[in-house]
């Protein structure tokens, strides 16, 4: 089945203590995404990959790292989450860029005490 | 600048009633533009798309919208609503430069038996 999955779907932290989300998808798409979601803004996007060993920044990447070592996996990073990263976070990916059908993962629930 | 703007952050219908949900954008050329459903607990799922081929765009579950240049619309809409449709939706505007996504800060829709 062609999906995209991002592990943990929930997770509860503490400020400070590094994390990783991974996000995985097995349809062999150049284009993958990070985004926030938070009541009231809809979607924004942090990171933005076209494809192995590039990236680049989004609307909100302060605080965010990500890396595209390997064209099916591109992993989020805090290193140093803040309870203000409290959010729902989706990868997706789509074939080649903005323009395709962006695939969306079932979202990460996070939460920084 | 290029942004998009949902009109309503809540809608309600009876089933079985049309259902409109209002998006402009703003944007120096023309533009991708997109509809996304958010079903409760899930990720975000394509309606449809409009990629400057014809204005009237008809998607899945019998949505469809028609792009209005002059008017800097891209309005969803569905005969008649059915319980299923209750979710949330966004309106989504591809950027001419970089490969980004805009979106709308959505709309929930809520439909009366």
């Known amino acids: 089945e062609a999906q995209v999955t991002q592990n943990p779907r929930y997770l509860i932290t503490v400020t400070g203590k590094k994390l990783t989300v991974t996000c995985s998808q097995n349809?062999?798409?150049?284009?993958m995404s990070w985004y926030r979601q938070d009541p009231g803004l809809g979607l924004r996007q942090i990171y933005y990959?076209?494809?192995?060993?590039?990236?680049d920044k989004g609307d909100v990447p302060e605080g965010y790292k990500v890396s595209r070592k390997e064209k099916r996996n591109f992993p989020l990073i805090l290193e140093s989450p803040s309870p203000n990263q409290t959010s729902l976070y989706f990868c997706?990916?789509?074939?080649?860029?903005?323009?395709?059908?962006?695939?969306f993962g079932p979202g990460t629930r996070l939460t920084v005490l | 600048a290029q942004s998009v703007t949902q009109l309503d952050s809540h809608v309600s219908v009876s089933e079985g009633t049309p259902v409109l949900l209002r998006c402009n954008y703003s944007s120096s050329y023309s533009p991708s533009l997109f509809w996304y459903v958010q079903h409760p607990n899930k990720g975000l799922q394509l309606l449809l798309k409009y990629t400057s081929a014809a204005t009237l765009v008809k998607g899945i579950n019998g949505f469809e919208a028609e792009f209005k240049k002059s008017e800097t619309s891209f309005h969803l809409t569905k005969p008649s609503a059915h319980m299923s449709d209750a979710a949330e939706y966004f309106c989504?505007?591809?950027?001419?430069?970089?490969?980004?996504?805009?979106f709308g800060a959505g709309t929930i829709l809520r439909v009366k038996s």
């Open positions: 989504v505007v591809s950027l001419e430069y970089g490969n980004k996504l805009v």
């Open positions: 349809m062999n798409h150049e284009y």
């Open positions: 990959s076209m494809n192995v060993e590039v990236t």
């Open positions: 997706a990916s789509s074939l080649q860029g903005r323009t395709d059908t962006q695939y």
